[in-house]
């Protein structure tokens, strides 16, 4: 081996590290690049006289500086980065939606109450009852600008996922590309291939859950899911969506398999896909749920209310609000079927279920809590929902989707616009009795509340009045004889008896008459107080020309106070309050993971860094180093 020969070499190898080192300077802005290093290898030594001399210098391998491990905690961190980050960015719109002191639903539904506290002040008041129906329209505007809200942000999620399923398969074909070009250079060592698919991998770590494993002649393959092969050596799979057979709101992923099409939604997590499926599942979905059982709450309390006065025209109030009905959705092929209607507006829990046949039992899940119970064929009453199921034709697999609120806040409307048809006023009224002049006749102390109702049966009074007739017997056998319209005191016999012992302390001083005493009569209810002398009597008639009569009013307005919700144990606001509560709260767990997770990927890229990335100050090193030895090559030649 000649001098010449050596010096040669020497060039060659630094000729290859000086290119090397070019580069990696070309490519430090290159995402993805890891920096290549080359390693030398001495020639094999000539024998001499005096023993083995050197023959030169060969460029034995160009190495990718890249480290397995790291790189495989940077693609999970960043999947879970990804994933928490959707579903920050879902629970953040949505808790400023519900949240908002202003474009809330707490504002509207407090300037509606209020207005129902003017009109109770002044039920005359036309301008007053006007006020009642605006906020009554705003109200009703709100609960629908909710439900659209609510669709919208679905709209997005869908239109996301569609879009992202797109780019997974893209990104999926580059991979099985690129594992085809690696597999022809099997022997040495692609590097700028590898970052490559590398980077590929990374990308799509940011849309899915993936696991990578790599076969022995450098391929991937790619499993995403609960397995599913999304890459194998040189063969991609496709991805696919569809709208969901149970619910036409939800988009399904499916997966392309040879022997056909499979929904994998449920299977599918991490990266931006598994937030936003996290997220429509764990708080779009619910949320819509409860902001429509407090419209159902209101409206069905409301109504009921409004039903049991009387208008401006002394007719009976009818029903204020349009109430929602329950959602239905059975699976494509179902051979039994079911109906589903709200029983108790007070007894619903805000949540869906899911009906499944097994071939033996009926069984109901609720997809919030996942308690089950086993329904039986026929009627059943769940959770304030009726549901009867039609088991003939029943086969194994039948599913059914209950949604009893989902769609309540859009059917949210308001049913009439006539201030007239306000009902402030109680249908019955009590007077004690006078003479043909207007005269009081009775001469004790006795006094009756007015009548509060519970329904309308039987009212308006037909027929006559009902009469109350002190008989004092002096004790406990003391009493009002109840007169009901048609019967006439000291002619026909009393149809009711009231004891009221006039000498009791405790009786004087209030007791109360329930509802159950007048079935007949609208249920009513009254106190009776003070002490009555024999024959005195009271006349419970119909509210004619009760105009400033403002009792129903008052029980409208006692609405937004009273218990009517999640089983009487919840008002109105506390419901809404509860879930936007609930909603900031997750919020606000999202952004701390989502913090933490962002500190752990950081460390984990400048982990990454350290071993893949390109120092300018250390590649000017070696490029002096390099150059130098290049010159000192030539010199030898």
Same mark, same amino acid.
């Given at each position: 081996?000649?001098?010449?020969?050596?010096?040669?070499?020497?060039?060659?190898?630094?000729?290859?590290?000086?290119?090397?080192?070019?580069?990696?300077?070309?490519?430090?802005?290159?995402?993805?690049?890891?920096?290549?290093?080359?390693?030398?290898?001495?020639?094999?030594?000539?024998?001499?006289?005096?023993? @083995?001399?050197?023959?030169?210098?060969?460029?034995?391998?160009?190495?990718?500086?890249?480290?397995?491990?790291?790189?495989?905690?940077?693609? /999970?961190?960043?999947? *879970?980065?990804?994933?928490?980050?959707?579903?920050? !960015?879902?629970? &953040?719109?949505?808790?400023?939606?519900?949240? $908002?002191?202003?474009?809330?639903?707490?504002?509207?539904?407090?300037?509606?109450?209020?207005?129902?506290?003017?009109?109770?002040?002044?039920?005359?008041?036309?301008?007053?009852?006007?006020?009642?129906?605006?906020?009554?329209?705003?109200? /009703?505007?709100?609960?629908?600008?909710?439900?659209?809200?609510?669709?919208?942000m679905r709209n997005q999620i869908n239109n996301q996922i569609g879009y992202n399923i797109g780019q997974i398969n893209r990104?999926? !074909?580059?991979?099985?590309? =690129?594992? /085809?070009?690696?597999?022809?250079?099997?022997?040495?060592?692609?590097?700028?291939?590898?970052?490559?698919?590398?980077?590929l991998i990374n990308e799509l770590a940011e849309l899915i859950d993936i696991q990578v494993l790599e076969q022995t002649d450098?391929?991937?393959?790619? @499993?995403?899911? &609960?397995?599913?092969?999304?890459?194998?050596?040189?063969?991609?799979?496709?991805?696919?969506?569809?709208?969901?057979?149970?619910?036409?709101?939800?988009?399904?992923?499916? @997966?392309?398999?040879?022997?056909?099409?499979?929904?994998?939604?449920?299977?599918?997590?991490?990266? !931006?896909?598994?937030?936003?499926?996290?997220?429509?599942? !764990?708080?779009?979905?619910?949320?819509?749920?409860?902001?429509?059982?407090?419209?159902?709450?209101?409206?069905?309390? =409301?109504? $009921?209310?409004?039903?049991?006065?009387?208008?401006?025209?002394?007719?009976?109030?009818?029903?204020?609000?349009?109430?929602?009905?329950?959602? *239905?959705?059975?699976?494509?092929?179902?051979?039994?079927?079911?109906?589903?209607?709200? $029983?108790?507006?007070?007894?619903?829990?805000?949540?869906?279920?899911?009906?499944?046949?097994?071939?033996?039992?009926?069984?109901?899940?609720?997809? +919030?809590?996942?308690?089950?119970?086993?329904?039986?064929?026929?009627?059943?009453?769940?959770?304030?929902?009726?549901?009867?199921?039609?088991?003939?034709?029943?086969?194994?697999?039948?599913?059914? =989707?209950?949604?009893?609120?989902?769609?309540?806040?859009?059917?949210?409307?308001?049913?009439?616009?006539?201030?007239?048809?306000?009902?402030?006023?109680?249908?019955?009224?009590?007077?004690?009795?006078?003479?043909?002049?207007?005269?009081?006749?009775?001469?004790?102390?006795?006094?009756?509340?007015?009548?509060?109702?519970?329904?309308?049966?039987?009212?308006?009074?037909?027929?006559?009045?009902?009469?109350?007739?002190?008989?004092?017997?002096?004790?406990?056998?003391?009493?009002?004889?109840?007169?009901?319209?048609?019967?006439?005191?000291? *002619?026909?016999?009393?149809?009711?008896?009231?004891?009221?012992?006039?000498? $009791?302390?405790?009786?004087?001083?209030?007791?109360?008459?329930?509802?159950?005493?007048?079935?007949?009569?609208?249920?009513?209810?009254?106190?009776?107080?003070?002490?009555?002398?024999?024959?005195?009597? @009271?006349?419970?008639?119909?509210?004619?020309?009760?105009?400033?009569?403002?009792? +129903?009013?008052?029980?409208?307005?006692?609405?937004?106070?009273?218990?009517?919700?999640?089983?009487?144990?919840?008002?109105?606001?506390?419901?809404?309050?509860?879930?936007?509560?609930?909603?900031?709260?997750?919020?606000?767990?999202?952004?701390?993971?989502?913090?933490?997770?962002?500190?752990?990927?950081?460390?984990?890229?400048?982990?990454?860094?350290?071993?893949?990335?390109?120092?300018?100050?250390?590649?000017?090193?070696?490029?002096?180093?390099?150059?130098?030895?290049?010159?000192?090559?030539?010199?030898?030649?």
């Amino acid at each position: 081996m000649s001098l010449q020969s050596i010096g040669v070499s020497g060039l060659v190898a630094t000729r290859l590290a000086l290119d090397t080192t070019g580069h990696n300077i070309a490519n430090v802005n290159t995402d993805g690049y890891s920096r290549q290093r080359i390693d030398f290898a001495t020639r094999l030594p000539s024998q001499s006289a005096v023993g @083995f001399i050197g023959s030169g210098v060969d460029a034995s391998e160009v190495r990718r500086q890249y480290d397995d491990f790291i790189a495989g905690q940077m693609r /999970a961190s960043s999947s *879970v980065a990804s994933e928490l980050q959707a579903y920050f !960015e879902g629970a &953040k719109q949505l808790d400023d939606l519900v949240a $908002n002191a202003d474009a809330g639903l707490q504002p509207v539904i407090q300037n509606f109450f209020d207005a129902l506290q003017g009109m109770a002040d002044d039920p005359a008041s036309i301008p007053a009852r006007q006020m009642v129906l605006t906020d009554a329209a705003a109200l /009703a505007d709100r609960f629908q600008y909710f439900d659209q809200q609510f669709d919208s942000m679905r709209n997005q999620i869908n239109n996301q996922i569609g879009y992202n399923i797109g780019q997974i398969n893209r990104i999926a !074909e580059g991979i099985a590309d =690129i594992n /085809a070009d690696i597999k022809v250079a099997y022997g040495s060592t692609p590097n700028d291939l590898l970052d490559k698919r590398d980077q590929l991998i990374n990308e799509l770590a940011e849309l899915i859950d993936i696991q990578v494993l790599e076969q022995t002649d450098g391929a991937y393959n790619v @499993f995403i899911g &609960k397995g599913q092969p999304l890459v194998m050596d040189t063969d991609a799979s496709t991805l696919g969506t569809q709208p969901s057979t149970m619910d036409p709101s939800h988009l399904e992923i499916t @997966f392309d398999f040879a022997f056909g099409t499979q929904v994998v939604t449920d299977q599918m997590s991490g990266g !931006e896909i598994g937030g936003m499926l996290r997220f429509r599942d !764990e708080i779009l979905d619910p949320t819509q749920n409860r902001v429509g059982l407090v419209a159902l709450g209101i409206a069905e309390q =409301i109504n $009921n209310q409004n039903q049991l006065g009387l208008d401006l025209e002394g007719l009976t109030g009818t029903a204020m609000f349009g109430m929602g009905t329950v959602e *239905v959705f059975p699976r494509p092929g179902n051979g039994s079927s079911i109906t589903a209607t709200i $029983n108790d507006v007070a007894s619903l829990t805000g949540d869906g279920y899911e009906l499944s046949y097994d071939g033996v039992d009926f069984t109901l899940r609720n997809m +919030n809590s996942g308690a089950t119970q086993v329904l039986a064929a026929g009627l059943n009453t769940v959770d304030g929902v009726d549901i009867t199921i039609n088991a003939v034709g029943a086969t194994p697999g039948d599913t059914f =989707i209950i949604q009893p609120t989902r769609n309540a806040a859009q059917n949210f409307s308001l049913l009439f616009d006539d201030v007239q048809r306000l009902a402030a006023a109680s249908p019955l009224r009590v007077t004690p009795a006078v003479d043909a002049n207007g005269n009081p006749l009775n001469t004790g102390n006795a006094s009756l509340t007015q009548p509060a109702n519970t329904s309308m049966t039987g009212l308006p009074l037909a027929g006559g009045t009902i009469q109350l007739v002190y008989d004092d017997q002096g004790g406990p056998t003391s009493g009002f004889e109840v007169y009901y319209p048609g019967s006439v005191p000291g *002619v026909d016999p009393f149809d009711d008896f009231i004891t009221y012992d006039d000498l $009791n302390t405790a009786s004087v001083a209030g007791t109360q008459v329930p509802g159950t005493t007048f079935p007949l009569y609208g249920d009513i209810s009254f106190t009776i107080s003070g002490v009555p002398d024999d024959g005195d009597s @009271f006349i419970i008639g119909n509210n004619t020309n009760g105009t400033s009569d403002n009792r +129903n009013a008052l029980g409208l307005v006692s609405v937004q106070n009273q218990n009517v919700l999640l089983g009487g144990t919840s008002t109105i606001d506390e419901s809404y309050v509860s879930m936007v509560s609930d909603v900031g709260s997750r919020t606000r767990h999202a952004e701390l993971n989502l913090s933490a997770q962002e500190s752990l990927l950081t460390r984990t890229r400048e982990a990454m860094a350290e071993v893949s990335g390109v120092n300018l100050d250390e590649e000017a090193g070696r490029l002096i180093q390099y150059q130098q030895a290049y010159q000192a090559s030539a010199q030898v030649i």
